[in-house]
């Protein structure tokens, strides 16, 4: 079996298993009990909040675990309730934890407003600055887009929103492992990411909160995690994702140049094998490793199908969509016409892909397009 759908998930990296197994079995002890086993949770947390701080160049304090990208997104959006100001402005092309949240909190007042975005899924600077409003609470954008790999210029729209003070938060997910992250160069006062996007075991996940900034916990109990997520903590979860940071931090540029690497090739290839294809995204602003191409006159959901029974794993575009075929909306917002919608995959490449899988893959989309 070749997997090229590293934007949905990425296997657990072997040092990641290992510490979590090790911890499963040796470390039992509640993190919120004073007795030594306790004490001793305590301290792995702790030890996997400085590696997590350190991958983005934050302060340990501002790292909040989790239970999910998804869940990062909530809190900060839920925590807009209990402020004065209660209009969100947000893109076109958001995942859905940030879309279907700000849906769900119209009844409680909250209203948004959603910047378009141009061909390539970048947001126009100045329809930030012309949709702010006197009541406006945050703004949230994504940094990656998780589809297309569309890189936001969130350093100019930060400018924007502090300009006129306002909390800016981002999506962050897909970054990781593809880029340089930092929250001190970037601005950004909220960042949400999740472990099992770089290796990490799923149902961990962190928020960053700039130090001094408000947040209310979407969760209530115990108080965990300086108040801000309740509940006894995900003890070999939390251990992983300090695992899976520190090896991005490590080997972050030899990530980037593998991905830049196998994409090159892949599009120089398929280019020469299948001349007809699109490529959706920018050019010039992208995240590595992620490809959305349209072949046109070929159904997404049959190519899928029949480069799975080849043993080839890729994907329609968001895993997020519980396995719906369809339009993509993120396309539809970039203004693709249907035709070509329905004729689009998302191959995205990891560390483990070879230049000849590469290789395979498009011998094999080509067979299948000339069917």
């Known amino acids: 079996m070749l997997y090229f759908d590293h934007a949905a998930t990425t296997p657990v990296h072997p040092d990641v298993a290992e510490k979590m197994d090790q ?3 040796q470390d039992f002890g509640n993190p919120s009990s004073i007795y030594s086993s306790g004490r001793s949770s305590k301290s792995i947390i702790e030890n ?5 701080a350190n991958m983005i160049e934050a302060r340990p304090s501002e790292i909040f675990f989790t239970g999910s990208g998804t869940e990062s997104n909530n809190i900060v959006l839920w ?3 209990y402020q004065e100001k209660k209009h969100v402005i947000t893109s076109s092309i958001e995942h859905p934890a940030v879309l279907k949240v700000l849906d769900e909190l119209r009844v409680f007042g909250l209203t948004y407003d959603v910047l378009s975005v141009d061909s390539t899924g970048l947001i126009d600077p100045t329809n930030l600055r012309s ?3 006197k009541d406006t609470g945050l703004i949230s954008i994504m940094y990656v887009n998780n589809e297309v790999g ?6 100019e729209l930060v400018e924007i929103a502090h300009d006129h003070r306002i909390p800016f938060h981002s999506d962050c997910v ?3 492992g593809k880029m340089s992250v930092s929250c001190k160069s970037l601005g950004v006062d909220y960042m949400s990411f999740s472990a099992h996007k770089f290796y990490g075991p799923k149902g961990i996940g962190f928020l960053y909160k700039k130090e001094g900034l408000p947040i209310k916990p979407l969760v209530i109990g115990g108080g965990q995690e ?3 997520r309740a509940g006894t903590e995900n003890l070999s ?3 992983g994702l300090g695992i899976a940071s520190q090896l991005v931090t490590n080997d972050l540029d030899n990530r980037i140049d593998h991905l830049e690497k196998i994409q090159k090739h892949f599009k120089s290839k398929i280019y020469e094998k299948c001349p007809s294809v699109i490529f959706h995204g920018n050019e010039q602003s992208y995240a590595p490793g992620i490809c959305s191409l349209a072949l046109p006159g070929i159904k997404n959901e049959i190519m899928l199908t029949k480069l799975d029974r080849k043993g080839i794993e890729i994907s329609n575009g968001s895993a997020c969509s519980s396995g719906i075929v369809g339009l993509s909306p993120i396309l539809e917002q970039m203004g693709i016409e249907d035709s070509i919608n329905r004729s689009t995959i998302r191959v995205s490449f990891g560390t483990s892909n070879t230049i000849k899988d590469v290789d395979y893959l498009v011998e094999s989309i080509s067979e299948l397009s000339h069917e």
């Open 23 to 25: 911890i499963s079995r």
């Open 174 to 176: 897909q970054s990781i």
């Open 48 to 52: 996997a909040r400085i590696l997590t």
């Open 226 to 228: 300086s108040n801000v």
């Open 79 to 81: 925590s807009l309730l």
């Open 237 to 239: 979860g939390i251990a």
């Open 131 to 133: 949709a702010i409003k």
């Open 150 to 155: 569309t890189v936001q210029k969130i350093e």
